[in-house]
């Protein structure tokens, strides 16, 4: 490991690193005593000793405090003749390692054997979903395992990855590989999983309600997709805005579900996940249309359902084009839901306003600005790598920060926006002590050579040093050789383009909807009559009593 940024000392169970700069926001759970004399200096860092005793951080002191040479248990005086050993950072900065909220590491590294031929979103949909037939446990299971090992190669401790679950093959292979590597990383990256479907998928209650249990049994979090089409807002989006039924479909009781839906389709997703307690994480409005407003639906039904602080929602790329009295409506009910909202600069920059031969006129991402001036939770994260949503990236919570901040003017202040890279999406995964620098917490944080933060991001800082649990990891991102098998293109295969039909099927339509749709994509006849009777009987009310106001007018 002598090609990394420093050396610990070896074999020793504690030692100090001297004068390392940490942003002041990562010590947010450090006793006040402890933050005594200490002394941010420009963009919110300052300079502390940080002490491990094996493998635990034993204290953290301002620089050049009585701390330095402190042993454990205060044995300190009686050991004056043996320092703990350090080693002197002159100003290198240490984070906490990362927290990686939203990612898709099923999908991931399958950008060259399916690609996203135009880049734009519906290509990603259609490729993916071509893309989902050649899946086995062998394959998922190692291209999981290749991301796991990046990122923890990088320094992220804990990631929540999305599966798709759009047919019930891709469910029951996907949740089995999920737990299975979930046990493997224990300790190395703490791993959770969210089930993803497009919003219409919950018209089917038996499946809806089979999938519930399916995540409450491996511990996950339920999911879905609103108004997250490139047409996401539009009532021909009968794929994730379903204007129809969208109400039950998040849920909503009473007579006009039943006549909707029935009795036993009045299933939707808050109601399953408050029946199994679980955690509900959206992707929604990732597009640009102003009529997209799927936060502010989740944000309703969270406040109905007294579901508050249970609700993350990715993407959120169209609050770019709400008015300001939209805005201001829907970021008010999302601080009251308690939602964390969680911006995924690398994809949404590479898939929004993407049109052919015409360069991009907006960046993608969310207002991250506004979202926190409104006091909501604001994370970043690497979402995909490698695959048809985002042909790059590698699971390096590093680079999601400082494009996050170049994207979104993050850096004039920095402020406390480090923390949206850990302690910001700790809170929403439930994860205590993870993204922060404390005293008896764990030794995991990252040291690189950059000694501010426009040193951290001018370069790539490949050196960085790794350190869980009090050691540092002789570990790197692994080759990409390592996935050669699984990456030949399909075409020379030999074998067909077989297409998971029920997958593709909503996808590749502008509407969201084929005469070869699934029955979650296309409402049965009864589902239709339902839904339009009571309008009838409206109607028809209606029209009986003007015809009789009509009749009896006394004429003029």
């Not at 320092?83 to 950072?89: I, T």
């Not at 893309?131 to 090992?149: K, N």
Request: hydrophobic share 40%; net charge negative; proline share 6%.
């Amino acid at each position: 490991m002598s090609d990394r940024v420093i050396a610990l000392p070896p074999d020793e169970a504690t030692y100090t690193l001297r004068s390392a700069h940490v942003p002041v926001c990562c010590l947010e759970r450090l006793r006040p005593e402890d933050l005594e004399g200490l002394q941010p200096c420009v963009d919110g860092l300052a300079l502390v000793d940080i002490t491990v005793n094996g493998s635990k951080i034993l204290s953290i002191t301002p620089a050049g405090g009585a701390a330095r040479d402190q042993l454990p248990n205060g044995h300190a005086a009686a050991h004056q003749a043996l320092p703990v050993p350090h080693v002197d950072l002159r100003g290198k900065m240490v984070l906490p390692t990362f927290v990686d909220l939203h990612t898709h590491i099923d999908k991931g590294h399958t950008c060259e054997r399916s690609r996203n031929p135009d880049g734009s979103l519906t290509g990603a949909d259609r490729s993916t979903a071509a893309d989902a037939a050649f899946w086995d446990a062998d394959d998922v299971r190692r291209r999981m395992e290749f991301g796991l090992a990046s990122a923890h190669a990088h320094g992220t401790a804990a990631l929540r990855t999305h599966l798709i679950n759009m047919t019930p093959a891709q469910t029951a292979l996907t949740w089995p590989v999920f737990s299975r590597l979930r046990a493997e990383w224990r300790g190395r990256v703490e791993l959770q999983g969210v089930s993803l479907v497009a919003l219409s998928f919950y018209r089917d209650a038996e499946a809806a309600r089979a999938l519930a249990d399916l995540v409450a049994a491996h511990g996950g979090a339920l999911g879905a997709a609103v108004c997250c089409a490139e047409r996401g807002g539009d009532p021909a989006d009968d794929w994730t805005t379903c204007d129809r039924d969208r109400g039950e479909l998040l849920d909503r009781w009473g007579w006009e579900c039943w006549w909707k839906r029935g009795w036993e389709g009045c299933t939707g997703i808050f109601t399953l996940a408050k029946q199994r307690d679980l955690d509900l994480d959206f992707h929604t409005d990732e597009n640009g249309n102003e009529a997209a407003k799927g936060l502010r639906y989740v944000a309703e039904k969270a406040i109905q359902h007294d579901y508050i602080g249970r609700v993350v929602c990715g993407h959120c790329c169209s609050l770019a084009y709400q008015s300001q009295a939209d805005l201001d409506l829907t970021l008010d009910l999302v601080r009251r839901a308690g939602i964390t909202i969680v911006s995924l600069p690398l994809v949404n920059q590479w898939t929004q306003d993407r049109r052919l031969g015409v360069t991009p006129r907006w960046r993608g991402v969310t207002l991250m600005h506004e979202i926190r001036a409104a006091g909501v939770p604001a994370a970043l994260a690497s979402d995909n790598t490698r695959d048809q949503f985002y042909a790059y990236g590698d699971l390096d919570m590093l680079e999601v920060f400082v494009q996050g901040c170049r994207m979104a003017h993050l850096d004039r202040p920095y402020e406390d926006w480090v923390r949206s890279v850990g302690s910001v999406p700790a809170q929403a995964m439930g994860l205590e002590g993870h993204g922060t620098l404390c005293s008896g917490s764990s030794a995991d944080f990252v040291v690189f050579r950059g000694r501010c933060y426009s040193e951290l991001m001018s370069r790539p800082q490949h050196d960085r040093l790794v350190v869980r649990a009090g050691r540092p990891i002789d570990a790197r991102p692994p080759p990409y050789e390592l996935l050669d098998d699984l990456n030949v293109p399909h075409e020379q295969r030999g074998a067909e383009a077989m297409v998971e039909k029920d997958v593709l099927v909503c996808a590749s339509k502008p509407n969201g909807c084929s005469p070869a749709a699934p029955r979650h994509c296309k409402a049965p006849v009864l589902d239709r009559v339902r839904a339009y009777l009571p309008m009838v009987i409206t109607l028809l009310v209606g029209v009986t009593l003007g015809a009789g106001t009509v009749g009896f007018a006394p004429r003029r």
